[in-house]
């Protein structure tokens, strides 16, 4: 082989290994993919949310087995949370969930899509926060509960839809949180668009 074609070869090997270090001390992308599982370190798992609140309750107990089997099989008092992107029980499910509710537990549903068997039953309706001269798709979260920092507001710059309750039961239901459109830091909310409520059922409640 002659010197010229050991020369292209040995640059051709610098430029392959200069990629792979380049493509190694590359910063990861941050998966962003809506898992809420407990296993999951990513920004949309839950382990953090998990591990925080291990700390915080007294105790927490991780269910794997659908509501309607695990209220039949056990005794149990206290708050059942759910989490996800859209959550959907069905009748039997629902029913036995409130059923537990109303003799003095809570229920806390956190999701983007609810039902409409329980959106009925609460007397509730969503609907999607308008993006119109939103074009950055910011979103900003404040607090009412006086017990919690309802002084400030909290930032979402992740593209998402976002929905809010359009139409609430009044006379039965507490409001805990507003959605806006990011307006700057520490800037309150100026459309009150309802996201978090609170309810009673029964001797228990809803949130």
Do not use: C
């Not at 040995?10 to 809420?36: A, C, D, G, H």
């Not at 001269?133 to 002084?151: A, I, K, S």
């Amino acid at each position: 082989m002659s010197k010229k074609g050991k020369i292209y070869i040995t640059l051709v090997l610098l430029t392959i290994i200069s990629i792979v270090i380049l493509e190694m001390n590359k910063p990861k992308e941050l998966n962003w993919f809506p898992s809420y599982a407990t296993h999951h370190k990513i920004p949309f798992g839950s382990y953090v949310f998990n591990e925080q609140i291990q700390g915080i309750a007294d105790s927490v107990n991780l269910v794997d087995r659908p509501p309607f089997e695990f209220l039949l099989d056990n005794d149990i008092s206290g708050t059942y949370l759910f989490y996800n992107g859209g959550i959907n029980f069905g009748d039997e499910e629902l029913n036995a969930l409130l059923d537990w509710v109303n003799v003095g537990n809570t229920l806390m549903v956190s999701a983007v899509d609810f039902e409409e068997t329980l959106l009925d039953t609460l007397n509730l309706e969503t609907k999607s926060v308008n993006t119109v001269g939103n074009f950055n798709n910011e979103y900003q979260v404040q607090f009412v509960n006086p017990r919690l920092d309802h002084t400030r507001s909290y930032k979402f710059d992740r593209p998402n839809t976002f929905f809010y309750f359009n139409e609430i039961d009044t006379l039965n239901t507490s409001v805990m949180s507003f959605i806006d459109k990011y307006r700057g830091e520490n800037k309150t909310v100026e459309d009150s668009l309802v996201n978090i409520i609170k309810q009673p059922f029964g001797n228990g409640e809803i949130i």
